[in-house]
Nanobody
Framework: QAHFVQSGGGSVQPGGSLRLSCAAS????????IGWFRQSPGKEREGVSC????????LYARSARGRFIASRDNAMNMAYLQLNDLTPEDTGIYYC?????????????????????WGQGTQVTVTD
């Protein structure tokens, strides 16, 4: 089944940066938004960011605002999430998924309906 293939992630110290990538395999991303989500230990899954189909703008969860940057390259069928100024609270498994429509809607933190083509997830660990 067509899905995203994720790469990036790893282990960094607080204040560090990482770049996550999602490569679409078997489908085109061009006309739909892309969401980023994370599952942190002991916490429920939460939305982190959503970028619209043509990268007109990106929305962020409050916890990510000002630190994370979502981007995409429709020609390359790729999406990216730049993680900056990381804290231990950012530790978790990060996922990308294809949104149900070109626009992003709903509270970023809790909107999951309609997202598909989920990536396999990539671990981000922030620790001293």
């Amino acid at each position: 089944q067509a899905h995203f293939v994720q790469s990036g992630g790893g282990s960094v110290q607080p204040g560090g940066s990482l770049r996550l990538s999602c490569a679409a395999s078997g489908f085109l991303i061009g006309r739909r938004s892309i969401g980023w989500f994370r599952q942190s230990p002991g916490k429920e899954r939460e939305g982190v960011s959503c970028i619209t189909a043509y990268a007109a703008h990106a929305l962020y969860a409050r916890s990510a605002r000002g630190r994370f940057i979502a981007s995409r390259d429709n020609a390359m069928n790729m999406a990216y999430l730049q993680l900056n100024d990381l804290t231990p609270e950012d530790t978790g498994i990060y996922y990308c998924a294809l949104g149900p429509q070109p626009a992003c809607s709903g509270p970023i933190e809790t909107t999951f309906d309609g997202f598909d083509r989920w990536g396999q997830g990539t671990q981000v660990t922030v620790t001293d």
